[in-house]
């Protein structure tokens, strides 16, 4: 005689056919899960874009001309300063011993230099001396750099142009 083992599982009738009920297509609930995962998507990029704003940094100044070394803090972390650097909106400065600094400040519209050792703080409006015992230099005036519409080319300040003779014109001493 065979030893039976009867298998009970959950959730089947015991006698008779195992009957399957095919869970038809639940349109309610799909269309709920499709709804709530585009509100959440659109919070979360409307947020996003929302937070965007508040982590930009303002350009308020750039390096025209550096010698020594000058140490820029912005959002809490330092940095050495170089030529074109960007300086952003209230960022410190510290110009260590024997240092020059040349900036370009937007919106005065000056070239200002800076000469250490000296800490300054340059906000969008201004640039101030917090140890009170240096003195700004106004050396000229500057503008915010434009992007450039053309193509290819290079950009030279302070040079001088020299005017060729037209391609046809002759020398004396080619000529002979």
């Known amino acids: 005689m065979r030893n039976s083992v009867a298998r009970l599982t ?42 965007a704003g508040l982590d930009a940094t303002t350009d308020v100044a750039h390096v025209e001309y550096l010698t020594g070394r000058v140490v820029a803090f912005s959002q809490g972390r330092p940095a050495l300063l170089d030529v074109l650097d960007i300086i952003n909106d209230r960022t410190q400065l510290d110009l260590l011993a024997n240092s020059e600094l040349h900036i370009c400040h937007y919106q005065t519209h000056q070239l200002l230099t800076l000469k250490g050792p000296l800490r300054v703080s340059v906000s969008r409006d201004s640039v101030t001396v917090e140890n009170g015992k240096a003195v700004i230099t106004v050396a000229g005036s500057c503008a915010t750099p434009a992007v450039s519409t053309f193509h290819g080319g290079f950009v030279a300040r302070n040079v001088k142009t020299i005017t060729a003779p037209p391609p046809g014109a002759a020398t004396t001493a080619a000529s002979r």
């Open 10 to 51: 959950v959730g089947t009738p015991v006698v008779g056919h195992q009957a399957r009920q095919h869970r038809g297509y639940d349109k309610t609930s799909t269309l709920v899960k499709f709804i709530a995962a585009a509100l959440l998507m659109g919070v979360g990029l409307g947020a996003g874009s929302a937070l």
